[in-house]
């Protein structure tokens, strides 16, 4: 077992998180699955509105990549088909048919001995959406072979569901997904961990256990490559949401889908809990547990989630709504405060200031302004890459520079802390989005 | 509280975009955002956002040099007490230096304000509360009785050749405050580099900084001896470490820069990193010159390291001025060469050349021009790793 201790970061100690306890919630009629969802991707239909579709039927494929088609993520209607501008495709609804789920077909006995027969089987059952690649963080490509695989079961971020409760009772199928997934690569399978948390996997040798310590971003697949096996330019890594394995592990072994997920509802404005639920869920199933009007719903975790409303639905890679007050508070001379329960921050600028259980809401607290670069993004970003001149190269629109930088090692979500943080206001994030669309969009 | 919230709402909208007004709006937002914290919401992720704002960051600077005028303010009427032999109450000391303090000061924001608003609305970029921490330094480096037009042109100097053409805040090479110091030090020398400035007394009254006794001495002989000859000011070290001696207004007391420092440190603004390599810096070249003392006539190699941090601006350069985090160094490997640098220069400077007592205004914009080549030295070298990793 390897063993890596992050020092730099932060774990935000946002209020509302979920007791390690499940509730029940109402079926949920609808879901959906939304193109949006997926990076560089062209969508090309292949179902249309009031087509019957079972599970695991391909929805549309990328026009890039056609081996790639995305699966029905339920069984039952296309409602409807949300276009956006220029005719893309923003959303496809399914309405739910939980009669017909039940009668689903299994594809029965199973080879998947060799690495063609496992590629065979993704793309026969439309799963590659599943796996997704660094750098880019887009669904890989099948034809690539990655240098490893990483699977990140110790979400650091904040309010993230807690896969050891989560996935508590999916052991057998964690494993053989995992088993599978190791032959997809010559490299190594790492797997990372907190604490004594899935402990079991150091029984099988095709897993690298990584435990991992310390703040956000610890759990980050970026951060744990840079340390365990860092990306470098013309390589390719593949990852897994944890929370995808129990849906992979259980069509590998028993060759039947279920798109169950146990997610999490959870934040300052809600009254938070676990939901033994499924992917694409419409948050109206969880409306009852708003605490109040004025809120932003979010699909994934505050710092990279999606902004939603209250009819939309979780993200494909999200297993987290996450709901935080809509404020517009102007408080008296604000930034002469002097600190107290009210203030949140790293920078030791509020007196008192509150260090546990927070209410954060949506306010940016403060203007935009130049970046100045008093040493805060460093604090909370843990890879040994510059990114402040990273950040610049980016602006400068140098690729040669981006590249030598380490910009491949990087993804939006290992830098969503600087932006937290940042005195200036900058979205980090998005400078690096910017980046890799750049170097993306040359070759 | 609603009416003020009113004024607000109805100005704002007639510097919307589309307005006649729209020009003024980056001075409006700036005006707005004093009195009313920003509604303004985050619009993806990160939803939430730290309370800590570049407002903030740059009011507890100012915050943290605020001891230094109260200080400054009685040490004139102090040593002008003892100018004109006459006792006064610490209270009376401290008005009677308000009155040279209060009208440079003024001048400084007014200069400083302008400036910054008007470049604010001709290349269309927000106001930067950073000029409101020049604003506050460039007093703090002045003799008092210094010309207030002097102090205008200086201000107006620094902010414009200092920062506003290179872009504004976060794009600057100089430090903005030093600038103007340096640009009044050259242009006007006989107010602010000659030795008899420093404290305010009847006319021909001489007021020589600690610095300029071993840099012209009558007859060769150690530093700390010429300072226990002073018969004019206490130049003992702990009187030095206590700031009762002639010097720019901000400088002198060396308790309250230290405690400025760590205020800052610990809220996370400063860079310990940079103050401490530069006192390391200074101490070992100062303890190098020591021990070439002796085969030099030249009395300034003889100030031991102890009396080098205590006397002249060096603490305050290097709290205040050095850390200015644009225009040091951006990494920490950097930020140690960075700082370190500064006080080997300001030892040399000083000692070297007697013309220039002061080193440290200099040693810090040498290092500001050479920041940049600092780093990119440091990040090459990160460079080089990833190159080798992926051979």
């Known amino acids: ?443 | 509280m609603n009416f003020l919230r009113k004024i607000f709402a109805e100005s704002g909208k007639l510097v919307e975009k589309g307005k006649p007004l729209s020009w003024a709006y980056p001075v409006w937002e700036a005006a707005d955002t004093i009195f009313f914290s920003t509604n303004k919401q985050t619009s993806s992720g990160p939803h939430i956002r730290d309370n800590m704002d570049i407002k903030r960051t740059m009011f507890f600077v100012v915050l943290a040099l605020i001891p230094c005028y109260i200080f400054g303010a009685y040490n004139i009427g102090y040593l002008n007490s003892l100018a004109l032999d006459i006792e006064r109450s610490l209270l009376a000391n401290t008005i009677f230096g308000l009155t040279y303090v209060l009208p440079i000061l003024i001048v400084t924001f007014v200069a400083g304000a302008i400036c910054e608003l008007t470049f604010a609305i001709i290349r269309k970029h927000e106001v930067n509360e950073g000029f409101l921490v020049s604003c506050a330094l460039i007093p703090l480096t002045m003799p008092p009785d210094v010309p207030l037009w002097q102090v205008f042109m200086g201000t107006s100097f620094g902010i414009i050749i200092g920062k506003e053409i290179f872009g504004g805040v976060g794009t600057n090479v100089f430090n903005p405050a030093l600038t103007a110091r340096a640009f009044m030090y050259f242009a006007f020398p006989t107010k602010i580099s000659g030795d008899k400035v420093w404290a305010v007394g009847p006319d021909g009254y001489s007021g020589a900084t600690a610095l300029a006794i071993p840099a012209n001495p009558v007859e060769y002989d150690t530093a700390s001896n010429l300072f226990a000859a002073s018969t004019q000011f206490d130049f003992s070290l702990l009187n030095m470490f206590w700031g009762l001696i002639p010097g720019s207004i901000g400088e002198t007391n060396k308790v309250l820069i230290i405690g400025g420092a760590l205020f800052l440190i610990y809220c996370g603004i400063a860079s310990w990193r940079i103050i401490m390599s530069s006192v390391i810096g200074l101490v070992l070249t100062a303890f190098l010159f020591n021990l070439l003392a002796g085969f030099s006539s030249n009395a300034m190699l003889t100030i031991t390291p102890l009396q080098h941090l205590l006397i002249g601006s060096f603490l305050f350069g290097t709290v205040f001025m050095a850390t200015e985090p644009v225009t040091s160094s951006h990494t920490n490997t950097g930020r140690w060469i960075y700082g370190f640098l500064i006080g080997v220069l300001t030892v040399i400077i000083r000692s070297i050349n007697p013309a220039y007592p002061e080193g440290v205004m200099l040693a810090i914009l040498i290092m500001n021009m050479f920041a940049p080549l600092i780093d990119y030295y440091v990040i090459q070298s990160n460079i080089k790793m990833r190159l080798a990793r992926n051979a």
């Open chain 1, 1 to 443: 077992m390897q063993k890596i201790k992050i020092k730099k970061g932060h774990d935000i100690n946002i209020s509302g998180l979920a007791s390690r306890d499940f509730s029940s919630a109402s079926n949920p009629k609808f879901v959906s699955i939304s193109p949006l969802d997926f990076n560089y991707i062209k969508p090309k239909m292949l179902v249309k509105e009031n087509d019957s579709v079972s599970m695991g039927d391909a929805l549309f494929f990328d026009k890039n990549n056609p081996e790639v088609k995305w699966p029905s993520i339920a069984s039952g209607t296309i409602s409807k088909i949300v276009y956006g501008e220029r005719r893309a495709v923003q959303e496809i609804i399914i309405e739910v048919d939980s009669e017909s789920e039940k009668n689903n077909d299994s594809f029965g006995e199973l080879n998947l001995s060799s690495r063609t027969d496992i590629k065979k089987f993704i793309s026969k059952c439309n799963m590659w959406p599943f796996i997704t690649q660094r750098p880019f963080n887009k669904v890989v490509n099948p034809d690539d072979e990655p240098k490893c695989i990483v699977v990140s079961l110790a979400d650091s971020s904040p309010l993230a569901c807690d896969l050891s409760f989560s996935l508590n009772d999916k052991k057998d199928d964690i494993v053989s997904a995992l088993s599978v997934l190791k032959k997809l690569t010559d490299g190594p399978l790492y797997v990372a961990v907190r604490g004594s948390n899935f402990a079991f996997l150091s029984d099988y040798d095709f897993v690298n256990l990584v435990q991992v310590e310390g703040p956000h971003p610890s759990g980050n697949v970026g951060v744990i490559l840079n340390k365990v096996n860092p990306i470098n330019q013309n390589e390719v890594i593949w990852t897994v949401q944890g929370a995808h394995l129990p849906i992979l592990g259980k069509l590998f072994s028993k060759g039947e889908y279920d798109f169950s997920l146990n997610i999490n509802v959870a934040g300052p404005a809600v009254n938070p809990s676990y939901y033994k639920s499924r992917m694409g869920i419409q948050f109206n199933c969880f409306k009852s547990s708003l605490k109040q009007d004025e809120v932003r719903i979010i699909s994934g975790n505050v710092l990279t989630g999606k902004k939603i409303e209250i009819d939309r639905f979780l993200g494909f890679y999200h297993s987290t709504f996450s709901v935080i007050e809509e404020s517009y508070e102007r408080p008296f001379i604000g930034w002469l405060h002097p600190g107290g329960k009210t203030r949140y921050s790293v920078f030791n600028a509020y007196f008192g200031s509150n260090k546990n259980s927070y209410d954060f809401t949506t306010l940016q607290n403060g203007s935009n302004r130049a970046f100045v670069p008093v040493d805060a993004w460093e604090k909370v970003f843990p890879m040994d890459i510059y990114i402040n001149s990273l950040a610049r190269s980016i602006e400068a629109n140098d690729v040669d520079e981006m590249e030598q930088l380490g910009i491949y090692e990087c993804d939006e979500e290992d830098v969503a802390l600087c932006s937290f943080v940042c005195p200036s206001k900058s979205n980090v994030g998005s400078i690096i989005r910017k980046g890799l669309d750049t170097i993306y969009f040359d070759k």
